[in-house]
């Protein structure tokens, strides 16, 4: 998830339904979604995440990784997505298929 400031009034709201203005600080979260035969089809989408939807997500996050055990990434996968403005696409990180935590 990548911290961002606002250039200007954004037309999207995080899920909360805190809008964000000019100024505002918000993060945006990259979802690619990969179907069908190989995953040869993929979808992206994004969405918008104020400060405290990001908090309360971080701290969600921390208190599930006391309850997990440790995972040494076994099995990974890896998500291609389009690069911005193009329709080219490219590898964009791997998942773990065990604890889903994303390996840059
Ligand atoms: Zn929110
Ligand atoms: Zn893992």
Redesign the pocket.
Known sequence: MKRKIATRKLKR??????TFKKGDVYYLERIVFAWGFENKHLFSNEHL??????YRQLEHERRFELFKPKCPHPIVHEVWSYIPGEYVMQPDHDVCQVCGEWIL
């Open positions: 709201s995080c899920k909360c339904g805190k995440h104020c400060a405290k939807c990001r």
